[in-house]
């Protein structure tokens, strides 16, 4: 099994930015955690700025055979019909992930265009939230 971890906007920049709301954990440390709960499942990830980068990135994992995708599309999930579209396009599973709890945040992050296309949205449980759709996607998949 093959799994994309996804991520947008500044996810790189994790430890760094609003730790209020991302808490202290960097970017390498979120690839370690999938990665130690992975199994023997193979797991790539991928994390840019830039929206089409992102589109490339979905249509690439259709031809590569992605089983699943975790994406934290971050503020582009809030402005991307782009987005939405290549995940719709590609037809694999994809679990939406937010760090933060977005529903208890500003009134524009309660909108999800991507949501439309995923099997599962996970928000609030910080890092964890990954490791929970990674195991959703284990089971889901199978």
Request: charged residues 25%; hydrophobic residues 40%.
């Amino acid at each position: 099994m093959k799994i994309l971890v996804l991520n947008g906007p500044n996810i790189n920049m994790l430890g760094i930015r609003e730790p209020q709301y991302y808490g202290a954990a960097t970017y390498e440390d979120l690839k370690n955690l999938v990665l130690k709960n992975a199994g023997s499942t193979e797991v790539e990830f991928y994390q840019s700025n830039h929206e089409g980068d992102l589109v490339d990135a979905i249509q690439k994992a259709y031809f590569d055979k992605i089983d699943g995708i975790i994406f934290n599309p971050a503020a582009y999930t809030h402005t991307s019909v782009a987005i939405l579209d290549a995940l719709k396009a590609v037809k694999i599973p994809c679990v939406e992930v937010h760090i933060s709890k977005v529903e208890e945040r500003d009134s524009f992050r309660q909108i999800s265009y991507v949501r439309e296309a995923c099997v599962k949205t996970i928000t609030g449980k910080g890092l964890d939230g990954y490791v929970e759709a990674l195991e959703f996607l284990k089971e889901y998949i199978k």
